[in-house]
C-alpha cells in the first residue's frame, strides 16, 4: 500500500491515483490518502536516500512480496502514483541516487559496476568497472554541486569521479580510530561542497565516531563518542543533526532524549529538542533527515517497539517532528509503525525493518516519504508539509 499525506486533496487526484483511499491523521489533521497495494510490501529507499528525482516530478520506491523477497524498483510520479516497474534487484541495485540536474537519470550499480540508468527509456550505460575489486553496499552518492560521483571498493577506498566523463580521480582511505569499526553501508558525499562522512563503533558502543573528510583524503574533523550507531544527517550548509537516547543506570537517574545541531568542524553544538526519559520510554529509537536544499530546519522520525506499546498516545512515540534551528518545532503526523520481529499478515517471525519510517524529505522540504504498518502491511507514504 501506498499512501499520500497531505493537504487539499482533490477528486481530480484520487481520479490521477486509482484506489486512492483518504482520511485525516486524527492526531494532527493531515489529509491521508492511501493507494492500496495488498500483495506486498512497499518502502523507501532509507533515510538518507532522496526518493524524487532533480525536479521532483518522479520518486522511486520498492516493493516486496509478503515474505519480503523479490524486491522491485518502481517508479511513481512526484505525488505517488505508480508509472511502471524499473528493475529487479537481481538486475541492479536499490541503493541508488538520482542524479542532481538530469530528472530522468539515476546512478545504480551492481556487483563491480557502475551505471547510470534512463527511467523513461529503461537503458543503462555502463560508467565504470571496478573489477576484480567489489563495490561496498554504500552504494553511489554525489557531491553538492552533483558534478562528482563517490563510491567505495571492497579494500575500502572512497573514490571519486568528475561527471560525465568519469575522469579526474581521486582516491583515500580513512582512518578510524583504534577498536572501531566502519558501517559500509552509511558513507557518502554529505550534500555539503565536496566533504564526506563514514561512521564507526565498536559494536558495544563503548568506542564510536563520525569522522569527516574531504574527498581529496584531508581529514576536516572527527566527532568521537557519538554517531556510530548512524540514523543522522547534514545539512546543505554544513551542520550536522545528531542525537542521544535516554542513557543511565536501570532504576536510576536516566539522561534525556537529545537532538543536537553542530557544525561539521565540531563547533556551536547546541540542543535543539529535550525530552525527560520518562516521557520518551517508548520511544525505541529515531532517524533525522535535512532537506537538500533547506537549511533551517530538519526532521525527526519516531517509532516504538511492538513489544513495548503505551496504554494511551502521547508525544514521543510514532511522530514525525519538524525541527527548526531557532528551537520551533511541531509535531507533523503519526506514522502509526512499530518496529517488530512479527511478521504480520505473513504469519511468521520476520524482521520487520522497513517497518521503521525511515522518514526523508524531499530536496525542497516539500514532501516527506516514510514507512508505515497501519494497513498491516509495510506501506510507502507521503507527508505533504503543511
Not at 325 to 344: E, K, M
Request: hydrophobic residues 40%.
Amino acid at each position: 500500500m501506498l499512501c499520500l499525506l497531505g493537504a487539499g486533496l482533490a477528486a481530480a487526484a484520487q481520479l490521477a491515483c486509482p484506489g486512492a483511499e483518504d482520511y485525516r491523521d486524527e492526531n494532527y489533521g493531515a489529509a491521508i490518502r492511501c493507494l492500496v497495494r495488498n500483495e506486498g510490501h512497499e518502502h523507501n529507499l532509507y533515510y538518507t536516500r532522496d526518493p524524487w528525482n532533480a525536479d521532483g516530478s518522479l520518486m522511486v520506491g520498492i516493493h516486496s512480496d509478503l515474505m519480503q523477497r523479490n524486491w522491485k524498483v518502481l517508479l511513481f510520479d512526484g505525488e505517488g502514483c505508480f508509472q511502471k516497474e524499473l528493475f529487479s534487484v537481481e538486475q541492479f541495485d536499490w541503493r541508488l541516487t538520482w542524479d542532481r540536474h538530469k530528472p530522468d537519470i539515476l546512478y545504480t550499480w551492481r556487483a563491480s559496476s557502475l551505471y547510470e540508468f534512463n527511467v523513461q527509456t529503461g537503458a543503462a550505460r555502463l560508467l565504470k568497472s571496478f573489477a576484480p575489486s567489489k563495490l561496498m553496499p554504500n552504494g553511489p552518492s554525489l557531491n553538492q554541486t552533483g558534478d562528482r560521483i563517490l563510491v567505495i571498493t571492497a579494500d575500502g577506498t572512497f573514490r571519486s569521479f568528475a561527471l560525465p566523463e568519469m575522469n579526474e580521480e581521486r582516491a583515500f582511505q580513512m582512518t578510524f580510530p583504534e577498536g572501531c569499526y566502519p558501517a559500509w553501508d552509511k558513507p557518502r558525499y554529505i550534500g555539503y561542497r565536496n566533504f564526506v562522512f563514514a561512521s564507526c563503533s565498536s559494536g558495544d558502543g563503548r568506542v564510536q565516531a563520525v569522522l569527516i573528510y574531504d574527498d581529496t583524503g584531508a581529514l576536516h574533523h572527527v566527532f568521537e563518542g557519538v554517531g556510530g550507531g548512524g540514523h543522522h544527517d547534514f545539512s546543505p550548509d554544513g551542520r550536522w543533526a545528531y542525537f542521544k537516547l535516554p542513557s543511565g543506570p536501570r532504576g536510576g537517574p536516566r539522561s534525556p532524549l537529545e537532538i543536537h545541531v553542530v557544525n561539521i568542524d565540531g563547533t556551536d553544538d547546541r540542543v535543539l529538542y529535550s525530552v525527560p526519559a520518562s516521557d520518551a520510554r517508548y520511544v525505541h529509537n529515531l532517524h533525522l533527515a535535512w532537506p537538500s536544499r533547506v537549511n533551517d530546519w530538519f526532521i525527526a522520525s519516531f517509532f516504538p517497539n511492538a513489544a513495548n506499546l503505551p496504554p494511551s498516545y502521547a508525544p514521543p512515540l510514532d511522530e514525525i517532528l519538524q525541527l527548526r534551528l531557532d528551537g520551533n518545532h511541531r509535531f507533523l503526523a503519526r506514522t502509526h509503525t512499530a518496529y517488530s520481529t512479527a511478521g504480520g499478515r505473513t504469519g511468521g517471525a520476520q524482521d520487520m525493518f522497513w517497518a521503521q519510517p525511515l522518514a526523508r524529505p524531499s530536496a525542497g522540504g516539500r514532501r516527506i516519504a516514510f514507512n508505515s504498518i497501519r494497513s498491516g502491511t509495510i506501506d510507502l507514504c507521503i507527508l505533504t508539509v503543511p
